[in-house]
């Protein structure tokens, strides 16, 4: 009897709770989504149905209001459906919401204190010692070595693809190959060539992150929603394989550079500039890391160095592959778009005596206008996060967004919404032009906006138009024979093609290497 009477008090507690948890936004005046108890707008998600990103999407799609709210499980957050209002957010409002909300531990898990992660003053502190890694300079002086992995490419598709006649290919695998090349080489300073050994020690780090599997997915899960929860896995001692893989990789090619005085012009040399010196150099030509005792950062760590390093690998390596392929599909299914750019890219190289430097890259004006459509309609990560840092009012005043309220942007929603941009499914890089521009730029923010936005964007589009430059002088790019919207797989946060982006190419007579 006592047991029953437990259990009907247990199941009538547990009741009154879920039902509290999921009236948050009612309570409190904002207009919500039709919940499902207890996983909320995860629901899709936990069953396989959809991807994390894709979930938000339906939930944008679902409502017209400019601010929705929703549950992440059993955590109220905001979906922000309004370009100007989350525009605002990232730039003006800034202060109220400079945080991403999301696990970190700078001090007992450095690996964890990534830019992307790192919160308030030890967000802006780090920024600012970071930025001199990524000015024009210093991206020139790394293009060579992003080149040579783009050389690479063409060699192993010059032995992959048959001498006459083309082949399907899945043109997203290629480019994830190619982008892990080149962070391995631009970021880490390391000499891999994954065409030719896909076994080596980088590449099989890398096929450790962001698995489809319960371990990683419950990792992933818990430092995006449950900061608590993650800090009390890495207190038992959780490890996670490709943290602590990357973690001593990078040890030891740092104790090999000290040992040695090895110089690189890559992203770990700066780093270690920064530990010894203080900060990063704003002379493009000195790379020098001789370590300075009077400016010498303590507090930056070889750890705290590694954790910097991973969050390029992991945000830059899929970008860059993704957004390659992306535009080779659209192309391959628009033929005018694909004729465009290849008359673009062959007129500035014969303006530049047939060289691929780091200014022609900028000069294709065209291949950029194709890097923006593509990053609209497939942004790479499908959302934006941050949380309320500092009560915000809203609707003139009348609702108020309390501190440590998550805030979540549908980027996806925002670039396919016809409001904000005309006909969103078709691809048309000159709606970025100033005589066919008709959208609104507020909606517009592949990268983030603001403050916040991806400190490594420039590099990121760089190295993708490298990749582009040289498929498509190198090889016939075959027309799709129909239309089709591609597909995206319903595990991860970055919009992941479900069974790839098939293209198909072939040899071209009078190669440009």
Not at 51 to 80: E, H, N, Q, T, W
Not at 148 to 161: I, R
């Amino acid at each position: 009897m006592i047991f029953i009477f437990l259990v009907i008090t247990a199941t009538s507690l547990l009741y009154v709770y879920l039902k509290w948890t999921f009236s948050y936004w009612e309570r409190n005046g904002f207009p919500s989504t039709g919940t499902s108890i207890p996983f909320g707008t995860l629901d899709a998600v936990c069953r396989g149905k959809r991807s994390f990103g894709m979930a938000i999407y339906d939930m944008y799609l679902s409502c017209k209001d400019p601010l929705v709210g929703i549950y992440l499980s059993l955590r109220p957050a905001l979906l922000v459906r309004d370009a100007q209002l989350a525009h605002d957010m990232l730039v003006k409002d800034f202060a109220s919401f400079h945080d991403r909300g999301v696990y970190v531990d700078e001090k007992k898990d450095p690996m964890s204190a990534g830019l992307f992660a790192l919160k308030g003053t030890d967000w802006k502190t780090m920024r600012h010692k970071l930025s001199p890694s990524f000015t024009t300079g210093k991206l020139k002086a790394m293009f060579s070595t992003s080149e040579a992995v783009g050389d690479k490419l063409v060699a192993h598709l010059n032995a992959k693809l048959p001498q006459e006649g083309s082949m399907e290919i899945d043109i997203k695998k290629l480019m994830s190959i190619y982008a892990i090349d080149i962070i391995g080489s631009t970021i880490f300073g390391l000499d891999v060539d994954s065409f030719a050994d896909p076994k080596n020690e980088f590449y099989s780090i890398s096929k450790t992150v962001n698995r489809p599997i319960f371990k990683d997915i419950i990792r992933g899960t818990s430092s995006f929603l449950y900061p608590k929860l993650e800090k009390f896995f890495v207190a038992i001692g959780w490890k996670q394989e490709s943290l602590e893989d990357m973690k001593d990789l990078v040890n030891r090619t740092i104790v090999f550079r000290e040992q040695n005085n090895v110089i690189r012009r890559d992203m770990l040399q700066l780093l270690l500039q920064l530990r010894n010196t203080g900060s990063i150099s704003s002379d493009d030509n000195m790379w020098s890391a001789e370590k300075n005792q009077s400016n010498y950062l303590k507090t930056l760590s070889n750890d705290l160095i590694a954790g910097q390093l991973f969050l390029f690998f992991v945000a830059g390596y899929e970008t860059t592959a993704s957004t390659a392929a992306f535009t080779l599909y659209e192309m391959a299914q628009n033929p005018d778009v694909l004729a465009k750019a290849q008359e673009n890219i062959q007129r500035t190289l014969e303006k530049h005596d047939g060289k691929l430097t780091y200014d022609a890259i900028q000069d294709m004006q065209y291949l950029e206008l194709c890097l923006k459509e593509t990053a609209r309609k497939y942004p790479a990560l499908p959302l934006l996060n941050r949380e309320c840092t500092k009560d915000y009012e809203v609707a003139g005043g009348k609702l108020i967004i309390k501190q440590g309220t998550p805030i979540i942007i549908s980027l996806i929603g925002l670039h396919r919404d016809e409001e904000y941009f005309p006909d969103p499914l078709r691809y048309f890089p000159e709606r970025f032009t100033e005589e066919h521009m008709n959208h609104n730029p507020a909606a517009y923010m592949p990268f983030g906006e603001g403050p916040r936005q991806c400190i490594a964007a420039r590099m990121g589009k760089v190295n993708a138009k490298i990749a582009l430059v040289k498929i498509l002088i190198n090889y016939n790019l075959e027309t799709l024979p129909e239309k089709r919207e591609i597909e995206f797989s319903n595990h991860g946060v970055p919009l992941i093609a479900k069974g790839g982006v098939p293209v198909k190419l072939s040899q071209k007579v009078g190669k440009f290497a």
